[in-house]
């Protein structure tokens, strides 16, 4: 059982927010990337699945990383990299290493964490190597239900989203069945480990009929495959459908975006108009009530100027109810956002304090639990720093030092 000390949990969670807010790019040598990630943005998913850790083979985590092609905007802020095994000092495990472990400037060391993703779906169309994005860290598995949003249609999107990205440029259907979506599901399974499933995707005409088809969708694939099953949708109050939704679904995801109303209001036009603060605070209530605390969970978008004292704030009341809010630092690509810079780039110790924030105001309330044994997102926070965090407060209150509690394929710390 590995315990971490306070001094080892800080330099995680300090180099988990460099890769996170600046992302990689890859040394010279290597075939230039085009990946989603660095062309299509998204708050959360769609990087790279790599292993993190602090010497080559001894892993520490999982995150989803940018890696910037170097003609991409951003690369100028990204984390230079070179290819481990091929200094000197590694002579010896040269051949082992090379092209396997990559290493930043402040060592850190990274590994592209293995997926396969091949098979022929009934109707004999071929499984695009494009769903790999399909695959998130710590085999949580993501299912985008709806490839459009209730809010495109208004013209008042998230700013950040790129939810109908794969629809329009690679012609996905924007509905598949629910036959479909465990076809897919059923062939991952055949050539990888999955821990849970992970539903998100757009809202259809209202999150109530979302929240009902991500019911039937959860419904089957619960009989078939007995996965824990995550869902994100829009807050609703229809308190009988989020009861049965519970008895389905393990963990629940109602966002905010931003406790910054400022900024709520610039990067979610629909969203902010159909629901207040308020609004979302009732429906977490109402949620939590249903799915237990610490089941539900938040996310704050950071990198448009934020004011992190009111996003501390809104944490806490978050908080107090029984809800887990996780800090996302933007992940820029959507054609809205194209050329922005998002404000965190040089902040590292504001967003630092911020995450530090954070992590008290999780253990403070008991909202901490980040064990891989919860459903979809809450077991996995590949995409964000919320595992760290909560490591470096437990050890930082003296709440008890973190247990590693991931089984041996996910750390060999
Ligand atoms: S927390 Fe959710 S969205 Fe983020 S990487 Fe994990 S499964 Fe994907």
Redesign the pocket.
Known sequence: MALYSEKKALKNLKDRIMLLSRGITLPDISIPVRHLQSSQGGP??MGTVCYIGDAPGRRNSQI?LTIFPKDHYMAQYALPTEWWGEGEENKENEQENKKKVLLTGDNIFIEKVPSKWQGTFSNGRKVSSISKTRF???R?F?LALYRTCRHFERNEQCKFCTISSLSNKLNFPIRSTNQENLEYLKIAMANNPIRSV?MSGGTFDSPEKTAREMLSLAKLIRKETKFLVHIQTEPFFDKDLMKELSEYVGTIGIFLESFDEKVRRQICPGKTRFNSPENYLKCWEMAVSCFGRGNVWNTNIIGFDDDYDVIVKGIEKAAKVGVITSILLLRVGSKELSGVTPSYIGKEDEVLKLHQELGKILVKYSVDNTSPKKA??LG?????ATKEVVKWARSALGKGRYENDYPPFFASA
């Open positions: 959360g998913p989803s998130h860290p710590y949580t993501s992970t979809g997102c996995c926070y590949g995409c964000s």
